[in-house]
């Protein structure tokens, strides 16, 4: 999907979980666009890789995905690959696994679910103390750990400056 059709399609979800949470619609979509590839691979409406911690209510799907870690015994569902990486300067670990993630009903479901995880779990106090500010928001999210790619957050700041230039005026 064009970054143009993917904010057409999903912005308003993002304003809905804004107006619900105070967290910047725009850091929203970035993370929606960034997770899913702009929208290619939501399987389940599952737009921003919330994993499911235990895998048995019905509500999770069994997805392959990329984990990076400095630790060489990680435990998942299913282990396809370890290959030893350098990223930024940091002996690590990539993982190619299994692992369990949410689905949802709708997107409107995983957007408003993404605002809440974050004003659930103290570890992203620091980012909520940015919510108005999308660049600031997604450098705390990324370094409270939302995900184990390094580059996580300059990816992030990357779609924001797309996203800004398709919202409709």
Request: proline share 7%.
């Amino acid at each position: 999907m064009l970054p143009k059709d993917f904010v057409k399609a999903y912005y308003p979800f993002a304003k809905q979980t804004e107006q619900k949470t105070g967290i910047s619609a725009i850091a929203i979509l970035a993370q929606a666009a960034l997770e899913s590839g702009w929208g290619e691979k939501a399987p389940g409406n599952m737009f921003f890789g919330i994993k499911d911690t235990d895998g048995l209510n019905g509500n999770e799907q069994l997805l392959t995905t990329t984990e990076y870690s400095t630790k060489p015994n990680l435990k998942f569902p299913q282990i396809i690959a370890i290959v030893p990486v350098t990223r930024k300067g940091i002996p690590m670990f990539k993982y190619t696994v299994k692992d369990y993630f949410r689905k949802y009903a709708s997107p409107e479901e995983s957007f408003t679910e993404h605002g809440n995880f974050f004003l659930r779990n103290p570890r992203y106090n620091k980012a909520l103390t940015f919510k108005n500010n999308p660049n600031r928001f997604v450098e705390e999210v990324a370094a409270a750990g939302y995900a184990t790619g390094p580059a996580y957050a300059d990816l992030l700041k990357l779609l924001i400056k797309t996203i800004e230039k398709n919202i409709p005026k």
